[in-house]
């Protein structure tokens, strides 16, 4: 009797339970009563395995086989896509005074124009990250972009401030759309031995966005257009960006392309055994919902080092924020330059920004490669990405006090603008270093500490700004910048601290992947079995960056 059972079990184990993803009977026979039990497994498997569908060697359906040529414009509209989202955060911080006379409210809820935005990154993440995983990269940026234009049309045409704060925190919250899935689409594409360089090209985006922000809506403010024009710009520019997008963006995603691929291939041939990873996933809502929303806040606070990493880097990014309301004190108030020229002043900023990108790329990358080359086959310690956050972080110090003490209205505007060069060169060089560091030492894990991270500093970004004001009047800009600088002072050793005792903190870490010898088995983020040969095959290939 269980032999003659056997052939239908396997037929419906193997070709009929798609819905379960589960090849093992719902009432399995005790091995003790079924002696063919074990045969049938092993053979069932070798089975499903030569109908598994994978990139062939030299595969035109593998991203990272395309063109360089066809690469790198993905890599530019990647950027593009995170500098437009960026951009519409800091743009209306210029437009404050005509919105206050537009609809009366006071200076406090003009800030939140900005906080509401950048709020809207703490929920974003939490939803775009997974779905780009289970749907792909290009529909839900394709459909998540196409909301978030629409949004910019609601801001245009707001009558009253509770329509414009709700539409800027929608907007922000399908803009972070991007902000998740752009570093995902860098991942894709590229291999190990380039995407440094394109990681490093990628990082300018979030900061190159928020320094040309004010910028643009100085300038539009000084011509007087009305501050619907702000938002129809945005519009229009959020458009643009949707129609490359629709047109020019392909799936990136290796295992959404080849779920399709077998999906294709179950049409063409008729055949339903052929499959692809994707189709094997059965996660239940309930672990879904743990690993999404639960796992990066019990990561943030189990693990002591992404704690303290997360604040160095949420504290860097709120200041960054907390710029668009000190500026305005110091530039148009203290030497009284008109919404134009003192978006100007951001500049410095964004300049700064650029030419920390060209040394990373012309010295520190080389750098790792040649460590690379010395620690091989084994992979680079994570510690030593950390050298270029202690060179950054006394830097970034620095340039709070350069700002904060020539802010007097009597010395040269030029003197508090060029700290703004320190200041863009140093949080480029902290992000770098401390954003590689936690994906090199969590590794299967890393999506998920990259998601705590950035709903953590959105959360800082959001609030900053909010107590701007008061900090720089009650203070005055000397005083606000010096209690900011004591502060970034007082965060010089984390990664001092990291570099010497990284290596024991990862030993006792719960998700940090633990170095093992070859053939040994290790666990990965999903809690499955793979062995060492697979992990070095996936350390080689990277890990996935889903958000910068």
Request: net charge neutral.
């Amino acid at each position: 009797m269980a032999e003659a059972a056997s052939p239908s079990r396997k037929s419906s184990t193997a070709f009929g339970s798609h819905a379960s993803h589960s090849f093992v009977d719902e009432h399995p026979l005790p091995e003790a009563q079924d002696p063919k039990r074990l045969y049938d497994e092993e053979a069932e498997e070798q089975d499903l395995s030569a109908f598994e569908v994978r990139f062939d060697p030299g595969d035109p359906e593998n991203p990272q086989n395309w063109s360089r040529a066809r690469r790198w414009y993905l890599t530019a509209l990647a950027g593009l896509l995170v500098l437009n989202a960026t951009f519409a955060s800091s743009v209306p911080s210029e437009m404050l005074g005509p919105l206050m006379e537009q609809f009366g409210f006071s200076l406090e809820v003009g800030a939140l124009l900005i906080s509401l935005f950048v709020a809207g990154y703490c929920v974003g993440p939490l939803v775009w990250g997974p779905l780009s995983e289970q749907y792909g990269r290009r529909v839900i940026g394709v459909i998540s972009f196409l909301m978030y234009t629409g949004f910019q049309v609601g801001c245009a045409l707001s009558p009253n401030t509770a329509s414009i704060l709700i539409f800027r925190f929608l907007g922000g919250t399908f803009a972070a759309s991007p902000m998740t899935n752009s570093g995902g689409i860098i991942s894709d594409i590229w291999d190990a031995g380039t995407r440094g360089t394109a990681l490093a090209l990628f990082t300018l985006a979030p900061f190159a966005g928020p320094s040309l922000g004010p910028t643009v809506g100085g300038f539009m403010a000084t011509a007087g257009v009305s501050w619907r024009w702000v938002f129809w710009l945005l519009t229009m520019f959020a458009g643009a960006c949707e129609v490359l997008m629709f047109f020019t963006l392909p799936e990136t995603y290796a295992p959404v392309i080849l779920a399709k691929k077998a999906a294709r291939r179950r049409k063409e041939t008729g055949d339903p055994r052929w499959w692809a990873p994707l189709d094997k996933q059965a996660v239940g809502l309930r672990q879904r919902l743990e690993k999404i929303l639960g796992r990066p806040f019990k990561m943030m606070f189990m693990e002591p080092m992404l704690l303290a990493i997360n604040l160095y880097m949420s504290f860097v990014y709120g200041c960054m924020y907390l710029l668009f309301e000190a500026y305005p004190i110091v530039f148009s108030q203290g030497h009284g330059l008109n919404p134009g020229l003192s978006g100007l002043t951001f500049l410095p900023i964004f300049i700064g920004g650029t030419l920390s990108c060209a040394v990373y790329v012309c010295y520190w990358n080389p750098l790792y490669e040649r460590l690379a080359k010395q620690y091989a086959p084994d992979p680079v310690p994570p510690e030593f990405r950390l050298d270029i956050c202690i060179w950054g972080a006394p830097g970034f110090a620095i340039a709070f006090f350069w700002f904060g003490w020539t802010s007097y209205p009597s010395v040269s505007l030029w003197a508090p603008m060029m700290s703004g060069l320190l200041m863009g060169f140093t949080i480029v060089w902290l992000f770098l270093g401390l954003i590689n560091y936690i994906i090199d030492a969590y590794l299967f894990a890393a999506a998920s500490a990259l998601a705590a991270n950035t709903v953590l500093r959105s959360i800082f970004g959001a609030g900053f700004p909010l107590f701007a004001n008061q900090m720089f009047d009650t203070l005055d800009p000397r005083w606000a910048s010096t209690l900011l600088g004591c502060i970034s002072i007082l965060m010089i050793p984390i990664p001092l601290v990291l570099k010497r005792y990284g290596p024991a903190l990862r030993k006792r870490s719960k998700f940090a992947p633990e170095r093992k010898t070859r053939k040994e088995v290790i666990v990965d983020d999903d809690h499955s079995s793979v062995d060492e040969e697979e992990r070095a095959r996936e350390e080689k290939k990277g890990p996935k960056i889903e958000a910068v």
